[in-house]
């Protein structure tokens, strides 16, 4: 097993930058494809980043593509969501989760992963 913790999350206008980072326990990190998801108030979770065990791959939903980046340091245990030119409609809980199966592409769907963070507030302001 392996438990998520999210920090970084915080109020920053729009156009503003945030990193979030999400730790993880244990030493298997790095046999887990690693997500960020998002939920804002009245709606379901979706998909933001995910990137695979190796750092090697990475997906993004096409809202954020090109403005947020999923990296991860397999020896600190942690993945990051760097998250650039932020808009109102990216206000959300941000969870980080952990999926040990194996994919050749980092799945964007939620039932894939088995552990999540408890999360983390981003508010932009506008």
């Known amino acids: 097993q392996v438990q998520l913790v999210e920090s970084g999350g915080g109020l920053v206008q729009a156009g503003g930058s945030l990193r979030l980072s999400c730790a993880a326990s244990?030493?298997?990190?790095?046999?887990?494809?690693m997500g960020w998801f998002r939920q804002a108030p009245g709606k379901e979770r979706e998909f933001v980043a995910a990137?695979?065990?190796?750092?090697?791959?990475?997906t993004y939903a096409d809202s954020v593509k090109g403005r947020f980046t999923i990296s991860r340091d397999n020896a600190k245990n942690t993945v990051y969501l760097q998250m650039n030119s932020l808009k109102p409609e990216d206000t959300a809980v941000y969870y980080c989760a952990a999926s040990i199966r194996g994919y050749n592409t980092p799945p964007a769907t939620s039932s894939e992963y088995s552990y999540w963070g408890q999360g983390t507030q981003v508010t932009v302001s506008s």
């Open positions: 990137i695979s065990k190796s750092g090697g791959t990475t």
């Open positions: 244990g030493r298997t990190f790095r046999s887990y494809v």
